[in-house]
């Protein structure tokens, strides 16, 4: 156990702490306690940069599981790093904008218990080396955003986001696990570096590509791909810092680090490649072209969110080809390292924007686009950190989100140019479509900054608007600060963290030795298509009236939200119809279910297979047993006919103490006594119940009712029979109580062997047996009081009697 | 004598599924009885019967009965004793709040969805 | 119990109910079942017996006790809490097993040794009796609470 597998569960144990400060330090803010939890990690992680700078990684084995191959191994590498670093490097600036954010009144406890358990489960998600672990820590990210959109519990589009959430990523979480599960069996382990040692198992068009569609659903509900996006602008109902940190900077990036850490595994699954290029330029497209009309300002956000996640997705895509055609080609590296930079790049100006709408909705209480306006004089600090964020977000030089836009237009027009077979055709749609993209970006960028900072003040917003606390204005004031270095000095980072990084994806061997630059010449097409994407984009903000009509024509009912509403609504509607009908609220029913299942299942099964009986090797039959079956059958039958409640519990009790005598004849001693008394004790009971029960123990049934019970009964009658001799004649296995045989005085130091197993051999059967016992014992208790409560000539004097059991 | 108990056990199961079926809670709970019965005596026969010894270490004797069915019984025994006092109560109490015995009187189905 | 049997109808259970040798009887049976029951308890290990049967003889032997008496007398005579008996045995059975763990040894691996005393020769001594203690002590008193819970209701 070193540093590194306790720092992934620091926030956890952390939480425990906070709940006992919460509990008896008051008055200060819950937040400063929290703080040093990311802070530590963050700074932690900073030491780790040198090793992984020169080209390392480290692994360190720490078994949980070890027999079903689930073990907590931490595997650091450049990629892990990366994201662990923006986890709890956003995450510390987070907790610090969340103190100025979040008044005391709120439930601040709950708040950072699942802010911590968040940072736990991505830690995990991006530092472990096991399958089924990553997918322990995935759900658990899934849990937190859960409870976090959910933070309001009364608002009911809180609810219905955080649920839409659960139920979307949730669904994408089991079928990665499938897709993991497949992998698995395919390569044999269930860690990924061996995974993709073994990546040439991962071939086929059956099992392989199965994993690779699975395993990409798990990617892109998490990574609100399309069409799964939906959940991402529903899930903007939490709290500001939680959107900020959970919904565009870290959590909605597992999807990216998934597929970026499987890309080696997938290396030969052309599906693989294509599917995530595809689909990333679709959700960039579609989702920047839906961001500009919005007009909650979160809602923007967060559609574009959804765009950039595709526009890395796409990228990453690109990288796979990479894996494929050899990492040595100029054009595939580029898209590797872009992806890389524009996931650093966009924690960095998404967060700090998400931060700057947290400042401007808590300043003037609304985040409404159209209520919204010059705020530029008023709030100064924030517009201009708006200002280097949204111009960053369009792609426009000096700042950080310019260089890497321009390496993905780099890398669009490379691929269009490249030589697959299939693409000489539509190979062109790959640069249009990333420029058609680009433009809305800039549109809606364009919005943000003319439309809430510049033009007249609207003096409609709830709150009169003015400038934010420090406190809140420090977490984003970094963020931009860290657009404007990264903008200018963007080889600070090449070598330490992003080389690496690209490295893992591509399981490169030689150091890449990036370098990015600002000018590429005039002879580069991507210079042009940023001059196209700036001049159209600005003649379409400023013509925006003349075409804005055509959103109109996106009606809701197509749109995929509507498909996911009704869904959800027919599904309910459904399964309770399905349910009322076979739950009839008659016990008689359900035992009918069950017990036909029963018939057919032994029938379908003995039909199939065929019965197999041999009866070479039975025990003599003595006299006194002839007579305990007469007993038993003729008591039964008594049982069956009668009337009286009082011949039947004596006619049980028949079988019961006949039951008995059977154990002493078959040489089980423990069992008769137990019998004996049990027979006795039950006895007793039903004798005492007399009082409380009705006379008639048979009531009046009808002809066909009587006659479906009967042939049921019989079939299961007959069912048990066969199987009972089937299971008789056909023993598969010997015996396992031989060792018990062997070992109850050696190892237990008992000669009773039925007491030795239940006590010492089996004792987990025993324990939970005298849990039963206990639960039925208070059952009953808890069911008599209530009869005593209930009643209204109740005494006190009976009820002290009563409470003294 | 595997035999005869296990025709025996079925017919004590498929008679137990009989007053299972039945319309009255306290049939129901002597169903619940016999089943347990038949199915001890199922359990106790698929250690083969009177085969060895009593079960309890001894020095002269190597052949014993197998001890894990009767472990397992002597669990189900006491298990089934507290399903059977459990429901008898509920049955008790079911009465007293309805007034009545009979499962067909018992559903809720006005209170569920 | 009485009561509930005579508005039952059962008039002539009555007359035995006041049964003077009944109850000098089960008095005395009362005890000659319980020492059995703690025979059958201990030695258990040995010979047939055990936690179950213990127990569950000890509720007869009550039981017994029960229906030559009434529950009230029995509440004098036997004034346990029978919640507080389950409870007891619910955690011999759960702590037991997990204490041993505090020793060293893995969830439910019971140890024993053999200890000799001066007059009562060798003897065994076993963690897997406090375990059966916590059995015995769960299915007596639940019994018990069952029976006398319904038995008592009306009286």
């Not at chain 1, 659903?217 to 959940?231: E, N, R």
Request: with cysteine.
């Amino acid at each position: 156990m070193t540093f590194i597998h306790f720092a992934i569960i620091l926030p956890l144990i952390a939480a425990f702490l906070i709940a006992i400060i919460h509990k008896y330090v008051k008055g200060i803010h819950l937040g400063w306690f929290v703080l040093p939890i990311p802070f530590i990690i963050v700074s932690y992680l900073f030491t780790l940069i040198p090793t992984i700078r020169n080209g390392d990684t480290l692994l360190l084995n720490l078994n949980f599981m070890p027999r079903i191959g689930m073990n907590y191994d931490v595997y650091i590498d450049g990629l892990g790093l990366l994201f662990a670093i923006l986890i709890s490097g956003i995450g510390t600036l987070v907790v610090l904008y969340s103190i100025g954010y979040l008044s005391q009144k709120e439930k601040l406890l709950n708040f950072y218990i699942y802010l911590l358990l968040f940072m736990t489960a991505m830690l995990g998600v991006v530092l472990l080396d096991n399958v089924l672990m990553l997918y322990l820590f995935w759900e658990l990210t899934s849990i937190s955003s859960f409870l976090l959109i959910a933070f309001w519990t009364t608002k009911e589009r809180s609810t219905y986001g955080a649920q839409k959430s659960m139920l979307i990523t949730m669904f994408g979480g089991f079928m990665m696990l499938g897709g993991f599960l497949l992998l698995s069996n395919l390569t044999g382990t269930f860690s990924i570096r061996e995974m993709i040692s073994a990546s040439d198992q991962v071939t086929g068009i059956g099992a392989g590509t199965l994993a690779v569609v699975l395993v990409l659903l798990g990617a892109f509900t998490k990574s609100a791909q399309f069409p799964f996006y939906v959940w991402l602008p529903d899930a903007m109902e939490a709290p500001t810092p939680v959107s900020a940190y959970l919904h565009s900077a870290t959590m909605v990036k597992a999807g990216l680090y998934l597929v970026a850490r499987f890309t080696p595994v997938f290396m030969l699954s052309t599906t693989w490649v294509w599917t995530i290029l595809i689909v990333g330029l679709i959700t960039l497209c579609w989702a920047s072209f839906n961001a500009f009309i919005k007009d909650d300002l979160k809602a923007v956000l967060a559609f574009s969110t959804v765009s950039q996640l595709g526009l890395i997705m796409s990228l990453l895509g690109i990288s796979g080809l990479a894996v494929v055609r050899g990492a040595n080609e100029q054009i595939f590296t580029v898209a590797v390292v872009a992806a890389v930079f524009h996931i650093i790049n966009h924690a960095t100006f998404k967060g700090a924007l998400f931060m700057v709408t947290g400042i401007i909705d808590h300043q003037t209480g609304t985040r409404s686009i159209k209520k919204l306006g010059g705020l530029m004089t008023i709030m100064p600090i924030t517009f201009t950190m708006a200002l280097v964020t949204s111009l960053s977000m369009a792609g426009i030089p000096p700042f950080n989100g310019f260089l890497s836009k321009e390496m993905f237009l780099e890398a669009m027009f490379e691929i269009s140019n490249a030589n697959f077979s299939a693409l000489a055709s539509v190979g062109f749609l790959f640069p249009l479509l990333a420029i058609v993209g680009s433009i809305f970006t800039f549109l809606y960028s364009a919005k943000i900054v003319m439309q809430i900072f510049l033009g007249e003040e609207t003096k409609e917003t709830p709150k009169e608007p003015k400038e934010a606390s420090a406190l809140l204005l420090i977490s984003p004031a970094i963020l931009s600060l860290l657009v404007v270095v990264f903008g200018l000095f963007p080889n600070l980072l090449t070598k330490s963290i992003i080389d690496p990084a690209a490295m893992s994806i591509i399981n490169a061997v030689e150091p890449l030795n990036t370098k990015i630059s600002h000018w590429h010449g005039f002879n580069s097409p991507a210079l042009w298509a940023t001059i196209v994407i700036i001049v159209v984009g600005a003649a379409l903000y400023y013509f925006r009236d003349t075409w804005i009509f055509i959103y109109k024509y996106i009606k809701d009912k197509f749109t995929i939200n509507y498909l996911y509403d009704q869904g959800l609504h027919y599904i309910t509607i459904y399964s309770n119809r399905f349910t009322r009908m076979l739950m009839t609220g008659f016990l008689r029913t359900y035992m009918v279910y069950i017990f036909g299942f029963l018939v057919i299942l032994g029938f379908v099964t003995m039909l199939r297979t065929g019965l197999n009986l041999d009866f070479s090797n039975l025990a003599p039959i003595g006299i006194q047993d002839m007579i305990l079956v007469g007993v038993i059958l003729i008591a039964l039958g008594i049982i069956m006919i009668t009337k009286s409640r009082m011949v039947s519990i004596i006619m049980l009790g028949a079988v019961g103490f006949s039951m008995a005598l059977f154990f002493v004849f078959f040489r089980a001693p423990d069992l008769a006594l137990t019998q004996l008394a049990i027979e006795t004790v039950t006895t007793t009971l039903f004798l005492v119940c007399f009082y409380h029960l009705p006379k008639q123990s048979k009531l009046p049934e009808k002809r066909k009712f009587k006659l479906t019970n009967f042939i049921v009964a019989v079939g299961v009658g007959a069912v048990s029979i066969l199987i009972g001799l089937s299971a008789f004649s056909n023993r598969l296995f010997e015996s396992i109580s031989q060792y018990h045989i062997d070992h109850v005085y050696d190892l237990a130091a008992g000669k009773n062997m039925v007491n030795v197993i239940l006590v010492d051999f089996r004792g987990y059967d025993t324990v939970f047996e005298t849990l039963v016992f206990g639960i039925a014992g208070i059952g009953i208790y808890v069911l008599m009081r209530l009869t005593i409560n209930n009643r209204k000539d109740d005494k006190n004097e009976e009820r002290a009697e009563e409470s003294r059991l | 004598m595997e035999f005869i108990t296990i025709v025996l056990s079925g017919v004590l199961i498929g008679a137990a599924t009989y007053l299972i079926l039945s319309k009255s809670v306290l049939r129901i709970i002597i169903g619940i009885s016999v089943l347990s019965h038949g199915i001890h005596l199922m359990l106790l026969t698929m250690g083969q019967l009177k085969r060895g010894n009593v079960p309890i270490l001894e020095d002269s004797v190597t052949n014993y009965t197998d001890p894990l069915p009767q472990a397992m019984i002597l669990t189900a025994i006491v298990i089934s004793f507290a399903l059977t006092a459990f429901s008898l109560v509920l049955a008790l109490r079911n009465y007293k709040v309805l007034g009545s015995d009979d499962t067909e009187t018992m559903k809720g189905a006005q209170n569920e969805n | 119990m009485k009561s509930a049997l005579k508005r039952a109808g059962y008039k002539q259970v009555h007359k035995q109910m006041n049964d003077v040798h009944l109850q000098f009887i089960s008095k005395v049976a009362f005890f000659i079942i319980l020492l059995f029951a703690f025979n059958l308890f201990f030695a258990g290990h040995y010979t047939p017996g055990g936690g179950f049967v213990g127990g569950l003889l000890t509720s007869a032997a009550i039981v017994l006790l029960l229906i030559a008496f009434d529950v009230k007398t029995l509440k004098k005579m036997l004034p346990i809490r029978f919640r507080l008996l389950i409870a007891s045995g619910l955690f011999l059975a759960l702590g037991v097993p997990t204490g041993l763990m505090f020793f060293g040894y893995p969830f439910f691996t019971h140890e024993f040794t053999e200890i000799t005393l001066p007059i009562l020769g060798e003897i065994g001594l076993h963690s897997a009796t406090p375990f059966d203690l916590g059995v015995f002590l769960t299915v007596c008193g639940s019994t018990l609470l069952i029976i006398i819970l319904v038995g008592g209701a009306d009286d």
